[in-house]
């Protein structure tokens, strides 16, 4: 996998910036690292009866397919790569105190992410240890909002759920 859509084994978390309420669709964007450099690309655009939003690596080659599954009770996305979906991800049905979602890998594993998804301040774990944090907290500028992601993660999947977060 190119390194810039996976970065992993650095020793230390990542920190990207992205846009607040970043997309609907027919919106693109950058997003960048901590120093401002482009580390990904979101296309998000309609394709026939679907929205589907594009996440690419820097040169423009696509690395994930996000996609609305308009057949669910409940609000889902799906993630695929190629052909092939990775993940799909549900808000669950009962959230008494915090927004709680869950991400289902094609793989068998799952991702729980968990805190205040309106306000940008939430944590996104596996088997209970936090792979990803995402907070306004990091960036100053109005509409931003940072994803630190650890090492040992595709960091654009990662990225790949944050966004479908943020359309849902």
């Known amino acids: 996998m190119r390194r810039q859509a996976r970065r992993e084994g650095t020793g230390r978390p990542t920190r990207y910036r992205m846009r607040e309420r970043l997309v609907s669709i027919g919106d693109d964007f ?29 040169s423009g080659g696509e690395l994930y397919r996000i996609r609305e599954r308009v057949v669910r009770l409940r609000e889902t996305m799906s993630i695929e790569r190629g052909r092939r979906r990775v993940a799909t991800i549900q808000k669950a049905f009962i959230t008494p105190l915090r927004d709680r979602f869950t991400v289902d890998m094609a793989d068998g594993s799952s991702w729980t992410v968990t805190g205040n998804i309106v306000d940008h301040e939430y944590t996104i774990a596996q088997g ?27 960091h654009a999947l990662v990225l790949a759920v944050v966004t479908a977060i943020d359309t849902i």
């Open 30 to 58: 950058d997003i960048e690292d901590a120093d401002g450099n482009r580390a990904f690309h979101v296309d998000a655009k309609a394709l026939r009866l679907r929205d589907t939003i594009v996440l690419k690596d820097v």
């Open 128 to 154: 209970g240890q936090p792979i990803a944090t995402v907070s306004k907290r990091w960036f100053r500028v109005r509409d931003t909002y940072g994803v630190e992601v650890q090492p040992t993660v595709d």
